[in-house]
């Protein structure tokens, strides 16, 4: 079926450092959610994207879904150690169902 | 307001064995799915319920794994036998409507077989 392809697979940054993160698709997404999952727990929704273009803030970290909707990004500015986790993307591929990306895995270094 | 609950949160059995895990969804929601993630990959979707309907179970080997929602609550998700494959942490999610919403995770259940 569809893939949702995420990249990188692992990052370490440095405590203040920036990271992002990317989701792509060859088709295009309805809409795309994004999940932190830290390590031993389970993921937790951190926000959902739309429309093509939108942008999104939550504190340090920005959303933007795509002009073609086929591609998303979450980019972390200063990264703290409490943003120690993996996120993953999610989106409908055409199954009526999220498929998850395989997550990027951020190490943040005091 | 109490989240996702599952149980049991760790099970160790022989394979050929079978096992049995228990999810009780956020109060309402009428979506329930159970997930598969295996180490250092995303949650896969095993099947989705709206209400007490499987409406989406493409993704469920069903020579071995069952899974039922009776009256739309609580699910139960079933593996007979069990195989070395099927290690992985097995999650349940619930939504309020439907699979664009956000969802809720439970703990999971960290299932190894032996």
């Known amino acids: 079926g569809q893939q949702v392809m995420q990249i990188p697979q692992y990052q370490h940054v440095q405590e203040g450092e920036d990271f992002t993160t990317y989701c792509n698709s060859s088709t295009t997404l309805s809409n795309i959610q994004w999940y932190k999952q830290r390590p031993g727990g389970h993921p937790v929704f951190l926000i959902q994207l739309v429309k093509s273009g939108e942008v999104k803030k939550q504190k340090r970290l920005t959303f933007q879904f795509g002009e073609a909707k086929k591609n998303s990004s979450l980019h972390i500015t200063a990264t703290q150690t409490t943003d120690v986790g993996t996120y993953f993307c999610?989106?409908?591929?055409?199954?009526?169902?999220?498929?998850f990306g395989s997550g990027t895995r951020l190490q943040v270094q005091p | 307001e109490a989240g996702v609950v599952q149980s049991p949160r760790y099970k160790i059995i022989e394979k050929k064995q079978p096992v049995a895990f228990w999810c009780n969804p956020i109060s309402g929601h009428n979506t329930l799915y159970w997930y598969r993630q295996n180490l250092g990959q995303g949650p896969e979707l095993l099947i989705r319920y709206e209400n007490e309907e499987a409406v989406d179970d493409s993704q469920l080997p069903k020579d071995r794994f069952s899974a039922e929602r009776l009256k739309g609550v609580d699910s139960t998700l079933k593996i007979q036998p069990a195989e070395l494959g099927d290690s992985a942490v097995y999650l349940c999610?619930?939504?309020?409507?439907?699979?664009?919403?956000?969802?809720?995770f439970g703990p999971g259940t960290r299932l190894t077989v032996l």
């Open positions: 999610a619930s939504s309020s409507v439907t699979f664009t919403d956000t969802q809720y």
């Open positions: 999610a989106a409908d591929t055409g199954r009526r169902a999220l498929t």
